[in-house]
């Protein structure tokens, strides 16, 4: 199969490693993977803040971009949850209806990698080695916007060596939410507060998830307690190979 890899602002500026294994994945699975150069940002920041007006241009950008290709993957449940759920309904707010019917087009072909994986792939078991003690955050958008259930879950159970501890309380959100980590700080670290020490009672050494957004913030407070527990994108323990 054909897939284009959505790559994200985030992976594309501080997290490449996660896109990398996305590839590498794909690829070991026997898929070619394509990268549309023409790829910017989704708008996802401008629409969650107010900004739909300055999000359209993106808006047709990205469906420009993707309109070609029968399937698209991103290693984000965030960002796909943007294309999915708000693209058509900016355009729509825009009157351009033309552009909504092609943004809806893109969205249901554009898949969170997980459920790339498993409803479009039909994998579970997709030969990964990692032999640490992992537990899995499942964050917000993925869990609530997508309805990924436990997708990440199945595949993280067929990986060879691993030792999978449940999250306890996992459904409560991290505290990142983007700008609202910045408006609402001190809401923000106490719901950071709450996330690291259910991840602590764990004993894991590796916290995962599939949005590197939500890592970067439970990775920096783990840091920051230097309690030696790393995070991991998802993709990275899936593409993990002895």
């Given at each position: 199969m054909r897939i284009a890899l959505f790559v994200t602002c985030l992976a594309d500026t501080m997290f490449p490693q996660a896109a990398k294994a996305t590839v590498q994945l794909l690829e070991r699975l026997g898929h070619e993977v394509v990268f549309p150069p023409g790829q910017t940002c989704c708008g996802q920041m401008h629409i969650n803040t107010g900004y739909q007006k300055d999000a359209l241009p993106l808006?047709?950008?990205?469906?420009?971009?993707?309109?070609?290709?029968?399937?698209?993957?991103?290693?984000?449940?965030?960002?796909?949850?943007?294309?999915?759920?708000?693209?058509?309904?900016?355009?729509?707010?825009?009157?351009?209806?033309?552009?909504?019917?092609?943004?809806?087009?893109?969205?249901?072909?554009?898949?969170?990698?997980?459920?790339?994986?498993?409803d479009v792939l039909k994998v579970e078991d997709v030969g990964a080695y990692f032999p640490h003690r992992v537990t899995y955050h499942p964050t917000c958008h993925s869990l609530r916007v997508l309805r990924v259930g436990d997708k990440p879950m199945r595949?993280?159970?067929?990986?060879?060596?691993?030792?999978?501890?449940?999250?306890?309380?996992?459904e409560q959100c991290c505290g990142f939410g983007g700008t609202f980590a910045l408006k609402n700080a001190d809401t923000s670290a106490?719901?950071?507060?709450?996330?690291?020490?259910?991840?602590?009672?764990?004993?894991?050494?590796?916290?995962?998830?599939?949005?590197?957004?939500?890592?970067?913030?439970?990775?920096?407070?783990?840091?920051?307690?230097?309690?030696?527990?790393?995070?991991?994108?998802?993709?990275?323990?899936l593409a993990a190979t002895p």
């Open positions: 808006v047709k950008r990205h469906v420009k971009t993707f309109l070609p290709y029968d399937v698209v993957v991103a290693p984000s449940g965030s960002c796909v949850g943007s294309v999915r759920h708000q693209h058509a309904m900016v355009a729509s707010a825009a009157g351009d209806e033309r552009l909504a019917s092609r943004a809806a087009a893109v969205a249901e072909r554009t898949y969170e990698l997980s459920e790339l994986l498993i595949l993280l159970r067929n990986v060879r060596g691993i030792d999978l501890v449940e999250l306890p309380a996992a106490a719901m950071l507060a709450d996330k690291m020490g259910h991840v602590l009672d764990t004993g894991a050494s590796v916290c995962t998830a599939g949005d590197s957004s939500c890592l970067m913030h439970i990775g920096g407070g783990l840091s920051r307690l230097k309690s030696g527990v790393r995070t991991l994108h998802l993709a990275e323990i």
